[in-house]
């Protein structure tokens, strides 16, 4: 599933205006980002000029042996120490908040941003790649804002003060420090992205055993009946090893930064023990000449202090990009343009999908109509041409035909999940555009052929459309649609929980539960999509029963396989290509001898039908 | 306290099991690692060195035989050789270090790739009983993080330790050379530092847990929102969900926050500590100073050991409170790792199958459940024969079929598959001659062709025959995804057969899958197949098509079918009905019919044919 994490991105130059737009969004954040680079400010200063208290420890009293400046001294050091502790405390806290509160932001804008774009959308992104960019991608990005900036502004100003120090007390001395510098942030810099790179294709492998594991675990029985266990394996040590070798590789690579960079400071030291060494030996305070002995230690000490700001920024700098892909990415979705949505003067009247304004809702009849209707995918595949279909308030219609004859696609402009290509689809006399998608949701009850529970209790999926409904109701509900005998099995009743997506539950309960749940939301059109197809013979005949009752009045389309579910539709249309070729009522097409007859036939065996022919 | 004893023995053995046959790499890597901090920690005494003796004239704590190798009549030149040492060491230093984390990666990866293959080899010969009981992600998640958890600790972890145990001792012993006195007052204050970050960590774990916790539950959510926006957008709950989740993720921002207030605190709090050993030891250094013990060559070098050591000493102080997560990963790796495989002991008699089934008196129990599963059933089923097997969900169709392929075991009764019983019959033997296709087959993440011809060994192994027996395996991965109605399906994908399948390519239809399955069965010809519901998600059409095609592939085959569909059963040779894991009726469809028992009731239920068509055609007529 973390197959999308590590998604591929090109080394691509800096983006001023994803950066721009990013920016855009953490104007709510202004306060701590000042707050938090002051506070690494304040720290740089001191990490910068500590060293200088001790070097005065040394010379003025160390050497001298005289403690009159002890007391100043210590009184001094306490004031660092705790300005120490209070930036430290500064700085965590608000560059945490930063980071928090900014994928915060992210999330609440691309969530609210889900919710709004239309199927298409989601026919087209994997969920993987939606929950990539919600966790990761947000993770990075907003890691990056964060300690990565008020990070950065740290370690420039440390670099700076750092220089500044070295260069005033002894030129000559702090061009040797500085000498190294641009070696050691070359280093970084290379090692950094590299082993960034190596990371990352590891992780992709990595998510890749994962995958395998996962492979190997769901498709157990799979595997076990098929006897695949030694192809398996050895596909799976073909991972395996590869990931080996590769991590090897990496690790063997990082294991050359750090020493590398030692070496350099290293140089750096030596070179400071033998010039500073040989100032610090002809010192004389009266002729001026040489340095003093906390000179040569600030200087060796320097040379340590110089690494972690440049590892610091090289490592900033290496997560740049990455952390520029995935603004991208986010930013990608947060703009996304939903394609189905209300015009304005609709949501001036009605209210979009999310806030509704109930009280300009006119009552939904349904009754339905397909206006010359045209509809294709973004593929580019014609599915309806110059469809037209007028369905009475309170018919039930059936929709039958093979797999690509149209079927899905009719339900899913009823629903308004897609909207057609050319034409209209009319409701209750007026095009369903000129009236909002709430209102139409809202009204409609859907029960799928692969159900979706939520996490959650039995009852909180069965009030899902409604959370203001009694208990009593759902009980109810769940009585019509004969689901109560099983929810009173479980130790929990109806307070059992469901598990994530509905796991705990059979697939055939989950249909019950999603049964119950479409009749309490009390639609006005209702849509049965291969609802019965994993339920027993006899469970389906009771639920057929329920259906009976609560389709009366309702306006309803069914799908199923099953065409003895469907017989007592008011009417039923067969399709072959977007085309309705036949319709009627069940005794009607029977009679016609026709497609619908071979169809239900074949179901029915041809002996059945042949002897009662012959009888 | 010998009970205590023996647990030792066992988190020891627990511990090392995982890094057998690398121990030496090791062992090695640590010698580095103790060598490396020894030289670490020199880097004072050349500092010393350096103001007593070359500057001053007092001796320094510098070890002699490097002393030796710096003695020159000038001080310049004096100053040349000791950075020439200083730089000569840096470099063996360098190298040492980097061979010791190349040990360190091939060791460590080395051991995760034990691991991980035999937790996988583990997984796959687990009895199957086993795998409906256990929990995806939770396997998952031990084979991937506490593997990580694991090697982590060996390879990191365990290694930081002896590195901060040497650096501080090796510190001590230099200090404590230079001036023992002021030794003491150098690491007076680390332990205060070790114990905080101990103390601390183990007490934030709990905090750690609350916003993994509450992270965990804002991603469900989103998940199942993404996965159900179909429902979401049906009832119009778009509100509902945003606010839904801007709850969760509220709760999650703010038990991060009280993570990152701790932290904040701990951080702080425990830089003010680091600094309060500096203060001591300064003002002490200075009041030794004035009294003569310490110079000005000694007081710098102290400054430079506590440097090495308070700082990590933190990092200590958190890895040994996080030591409890590798001994947690480790209990939850060997759970599995101590599991016996279902093929240790398995008979290895291997007798032809030539498809006569006979059931005796068979039972079934899962050993959790109060009551069987199948309870007396027994029947016979000649070559060739084929039988259809109804019953509502639950009356143990699928238990029955599962007992067939040692999928599961029956406790009564017997099985056997001409005259021989299962149990006396080779499992992996056993079911590459008894097919069977599930409900809801898996397909693997590969292409629609591999994983029609996957059961076909001769293609990846013999090389000398592969041209010819690809060809072949074409032929009848073709011929096979044709009787299974799929060929037209497949042709239809952009990338044919070899469109992937799976999380990282197309999905497939139910229906699609399920044929897929049948097609991956029609590769070889067995002696036995069994279709367990196999067709129940393919339309009308395509399943009488489908089973058409069957008819001329299956001649010879005894074939068992669990199906819903009354117009599947009724054309096989038998039909049996179980209810409540009991054979409740048996016979053909005409003898069942007559019967006018469940099946009857099943028949009457789904056709209602007859009566419709008498109505419709005396309307007509």
């Known amino acids: 599933m973390d197959f999308y994490e590590e998604e591929e991105y090109t080394e691509s130059k800096f983006d001023f205006l994803v950066w721009k737009k990013i920016f855009g969004h953490m104007k709510p954040l202004k306060k701590h980002l000042i707050i938090g680079m002051s506070a690494a400010i304040g720290l740089a200063i001191i990490d910068t000029l500590y060293p200088l208290i001790n070097k005065y420890a040394i010379d003025e009293m160390v050497e001298t042996g005289s403690i009159d400046k002890l007391p100043f001294f210590i009184g001094f050091y306490v004031v660092v120490m705790f300005s120490i502790m209070i930036l430290v405390y500064t700085f965590i806290m608000h560059a945490g908040q930063i980071q928090q509160k900014l994928s915060y932001i992210l999330r609440k804008k691309a969530f609210k941003r889900l919710q709004e774009l239309p199927f298409s959308y989601y026919d087209r992104t994997p969920v993987g790649w939606i929950m990539a960019r919600m966790t990761s991608d947000s993770r990075r990005l907003s890691d990056i804002l964060s300690w990565g900036l008020i990070d950065l502004s740290w370690g420039l100003l440390t670099m700076v003060g750092i220089t500044i120090v070295v260069l005033v007390i002894n030129w000559q001395l702090g061009l040797i420090l500085i000498g190294m510098l641009p070696i050691i942030m070359l280093l970084s810099i290379y090692f950094r992205r590299r082993i960034l790179r190596s990371y990352r294709h590891i992780r992709k492998e990595n998510s890749k055993i994962t995958g395998s594991f996962n492979e190997g675990i769901t498709g157990a029985k799979t595997t076990k009946a098929l006897v695949l266990e030694d192809r398996n394996f050895q596909d799976f040590d073909r991972l395996t090893s590869s990931m080996r070798r590769h991590s090897i590789r990496a690790a063997m690579f990082a294991g050359l930064y750090f020493p590398s ?94 806030n509704f304004k109930r009280e300009n809702w006119e009552e939904l009849k349904g009754e339905v109509e397909f206006n010359d209707v045209t509809f294709k995918y973004n593929k580019g595949e014609t599915v309806l041409s110059n469809f037209n279909l007028k369905v009475k ?73 409604n959370t203001e409904l009694s208990e009593y109701e759902v009980y109810k509900a769940a009585k019509l649609v004969e689901a109560d005998d099983f929810i009173r099995e479980f130790e929990d009743g109806y307070d059992t929980q469901v598990g994530e997506g509905g796991a705990r539950l059979s697939v055939g309960q989950k249909q019950l539960v999603s049964f119950a749940r ?75 001898e026709g497609h619908y007859y071979k169809l239900y036939t074949n179901q029915f065996k041809s002996k059945a039908i042949e002897d009662s022919k012959n009888g | 306290m010998s009970i205590q004893k023996k647990k030792k023995v066992n988190r020891i053995h627990q511990f090392t099991k995982w890094l057998k046959g690398n121990t030496h790499l090791y062992f090695m890597a640590i010698i580095l690692v103790i060598v490396l901090q020894y030289f670490r920690t020199l880097l004072p005494l050349f500092f010393q060195y350096i103001v007593n003796e070359v500057v001053g004239n007092i001796p320094s704590a510098l070890p002699d035989f490097m002393r030796n190798l710096v003695q020159a009549d000038t001080i310049k030149k004096q100053l040349i050789l000791i950075a020439l040492l200083y730089v000569a060491f840096a470099l063996l230093r360098v190298i ?26 583990k997984l796959q010969n687990l009895s199957f009983s086993y795998h409906t009981h256990a929990e995806t992600g939770d396997l998952i ?176 102080g958190r890895i040994v409170g996080d030591f409890g997560k590798t001994i947690v990963a480790l209990d939850r790796l060997d759970e599995i790792d101590n599991k016996t495989s279902e093929h240790d002991n398995d008979s290895t008699n291997k007798p032809e199958i030539k498809g ?26 000649k070559k060739g024969e084929s039988i259809a097997i109804v019953g509502r969900t639950g009356s143990g169709k699928s238990t029955l079929i599962n007992l067939m392929v040692r999928l599961l075991e029956n406790q009564h009764g017997g099985i056997y598959f001409d005259g021989v019983n299962i149990k006396d019959i080779n499992k992996k033997h056993l079911r590459e001659h008894v097919g069977i296709i599930m409900q809801e087959p898996f397909l693997y993440s590969r292409t629609v062709y591999d994983n029609i011809g996957i059961m076909d060994k001769n293609a990846s192994q013999e090389k000398v025959y592969q041209a010819a027996s690809i060809a072949s395996l074409h032929n009848k991965v073709y011929q096979a995804a044709s ?48 279709f367990d519901d196999s067709l129940s998600a393919v339309d009308t059409e395509t399943d009488i098509q489908i089973r058409k095609a069957l008819k001329d592939f299956w001649d010879n085959t005894t074939v068992f079918i669990i199906t819903h569909r009354i117009t599947t059963a009724m054309e096989a040779d038998k039909i049996i009905v179980l209810d409540k894991g009991e054979v409740s009726e048996m016979g053909t469809h005409e003898e069942l019919i007559n019967k006018k028992g469940i099946y009857n009731e099943l028949w009457e239920i789904q056709s209602n044919v007859e009566y419709d068509y008498d109505k419709i055609n005396k309307g007509v007529k």
């Open chain 1, 261 to 354: 960079i030692l070496f350099v400071a290293s140089i750096a030291t030596g070179l400071i023990m033998y010039y500073a060494g040989y100032e610090a030996s002809i010192y004389d305070k009266i002729a001026g000449i040489g340095i003093t002995v906390g000179t040569l230690y600030v200087y060796i000490n320097y040379v340590g202090q110089f690494f972690e700001p440049v590892m610091q920024l090289a490592n900033i700098l290496a997560r740049f990009q990455q952390a520029q892909a995935s603004g991208e990415r986010i930013m990608d979705l947060i703009e996304q343009k939903p394609e189905i949505w209300d015009r304005p003067e609709v949501i001036e009247k009605y209210g979009d999908a999310i």
């Open chain 1, 393 to 465: 308030q309170g018919e039930s219609i059936a929709l039958v035909g093979h797999t690509g004859a149209g079927k899905s696609t009719i339900v899913n402009l009823i629903c308004r999940f897609y909207e057609p290509t050319g034409g209209k689809i009319i409701i209750d006399g007026k095009d369903y555009k000129d009236r909002s998608l709430g209102w139409l949701h809202d009204n409609l009850g859907y029960v799928l052929q692969s159900p979706h529970l939520f996490s959650g209790t039995i009852m909180d999926n069965i009030r899902y459309g």
């Open chain 1, 518 to 592: 479409a009749l309490l939301a009390n639609p006005k059109i209702l849509i049965l999509d291969e609802a019965t197809s994993s339920v027993d013979t006899h469970t389906e005949k009771s639920i057929q029963r329920a259906i009976d009752t609560v389709l009366a009045g309702r306006t309803s389309f069914v799908i199923a396989h099953r065409l003895s579910t469907i017989t007592s539709c008011d009417r039923i249309l067969v399709l072959e290509d977007g085309k309705i070729i036949e319709q009627g009522n069940h005794k009607e097409l029977i009679k016609l």
């Open chain 2, 96 to 121: 040492l270090m980097f061979i010791r984390r190349v040990l360190i990666g091939v060791f460590a990866e080395r051991v995760a790739y034990k691991m991980r293959n035999r937790l996988y080899e």
């Open chain 2, 141 to 316: 998640q031990r084979c991937t993080t506490d593997v990580e958890t694991y090697r982590v600790f060996v390879a990191e972890q365990l290694i930081e330790i002896i590195r901060l145990i040497f650096l501080v001792t090796f510190s001590i012993i230099w200090m404590s050379r230079i001036n023992v006195e002021m030794m003491f007052y150098s690491v007076m204050v680390t332990p205060v530092i070790f114990t905080a970050a101990l103390v601390y960590f183990m007490k934030v774990k709990s905090v750690f847990k609350n916003v993994e916790e509450k992270e965990a539950k804002m991603t469900t959510t989103l998940q199942e929102s993404v996965t159900g926006i179909r429902v979401v957008k049906a009832f119009a709950k778009e509100k509902y969900e945003i606010e839904k989740f801007d709850k969760h993720s509220k709760e999650y921002l703010k038990e991060d926050f009280k993570l990152l207030k701790l932290m904040a605190i701990f951080w702080s709090g425990t830089d003010f500590v680091i600094f309060v050993q500096y203060a001591v030891a300064i003002t002490m250094g200075i009041v030794l100073a004035s009294q003569g013990k310490i110079g000005v060559g000694e007081f710098p070098a102290f400054l430079m050991y506590i440097g090495m050591i308070v700082w990590p000493l933190r990092q200590l």
């Open chain 2, 356 to 381: 006569e089934v006979e059931f005796r008196n068979v039972g079934f129990q899962f050993e959790d459940d109060y009551q069987p599963l199948l309870k007396d059933i027994s029947f016979k089923v």
């Open chain 2, 483 to 530: 009787i299974a109605s799929l060929h037209n399906d497949i042709k239809k994908f952009e990338r044919g057969y070899e469109t992937i399948v799976g999380e990282r390519g197309v999905t497939l239809s139910g229906g699609q899958k399920q044929r897929v399955a049948i097609a991956r069965m029609l590769i070889h010809s067995k002696p036995v197949l069994i």
